[in-house]
């Protein structure tokens, strides 16, 4: 069992945004990562640090925290970001890392 | 330019060891950790574990203690999985990545392709 819990999916309309979310109570006290992983393909970072884009990821991706809650919003969701994604992060005790369970992102 | 190239795919019986490789370029070899991570089929990431590049320190997530093994040849800058008394549910594509650690931010920057360990 994940000590992080995500949606199993969400969909968005072309051009929509979108809030994918991740809880869990480590969250309270670390900072969030997102994964990006497209079928067949090695997961890709698309946020770290709660909301700080690695170079080459397009400005629509944006990340948030509040609570035990951290967020990755979509902002004009494109046909190419249908994926899954994976937040990481701490666990309570501070000393491993736990992935939720993934999130299948839908583009209508 | 980073670069994470892994062995190759492997096929192990029950009870086996497997030892998946992964050669890292394009960077100081010594100045990040590296992380497993693996999927199963159709299945989330799972963290594995983490060892230092730098001293050999490592952090094994508690589901895997006493049967993984992470260790690296700092001469060729590369980083070893062993995983011993494989099971059916040990199948799954193992990957390797960058750790990185800046003041409170833990993340993985760069992927391998991934390496599939079929039992």
């Known amino acids: 069992s994940s000590e992080v819990t995500q949606d199993p999916s969400v969909s968005v309309a072309l051009g929509q945004t979108v809030r994918i979310t991740c809880q869990g109570d480590?969250?309270?006290?670390?900072?969030a990562s997102w994964y990006q992983q497209r079928p067949g393909q090695a997961p890709v970072l698309v946020v770290f640090?709660?909301?700080n884009r690695p170079s080459g990821i397009p400005e629509r991706f944006s990340g948030s925290n509040s609570g035990n809650t951290a967020s990755l919003t979509i902002t004009g969701a494109q046909a190419e970001d249908e994926a899954d994604y994976y937040c990481?992060?701490?666990?309570?005790?501070?000393?491993?890392?736990?992935f939720g369970g993934g999130t299948k992102l839908t583009v209508l | 330019q980073v670069q994470l190239v892994q062995s190759g795919a492997e096929v192990k019986k029950p009870g086996a060891s497997v030892k998946v490789s992964c050669k890292a370029s394009?960077?100081?070899?010594?100045?990040?950790?590296v992380s497993w991570v693996r999927q199963a089929p159709g299945q989330g990431l799972e963290w594995m574990g983490w060892?230092?590049?730098?001293?050999?320190?490592?952090n094994y997530a508690q589901e895997f203690q006493g049967r993984v093994s992470m260790t690296t040849d700092t001469s060729t800058s590369t980083a070893y999985l062993e995983l011993r008394s494989l099971r059916s549910d040990d199948t799954a594509v193992y990957y390797c990545?960058?750790?990185?650690?800046?003041?409170?931010?833990?993340?993985?920057?760069?992927w391998g392709l991934g390496t599939l360990v079929t039992v």
């Open positions: 640090g709660t909301n």
């Open positions: 480590s969250l309270r006290y670390y900072h």
């Open positions: 990545v960058r750790d990185v650690h800046v003041g409170s931010w833990r993340y993985f920057d760069y």
């Open positions: 990481n992060c701490r666990d309570t005790s501070g000393n491993h890392l736990v």
């Open positions: 060892i230092s590049a730098d001293n050999g320190k490592t």
């Open positions: 394009g960077y100081s070899f010594f100045s990040y950790g």
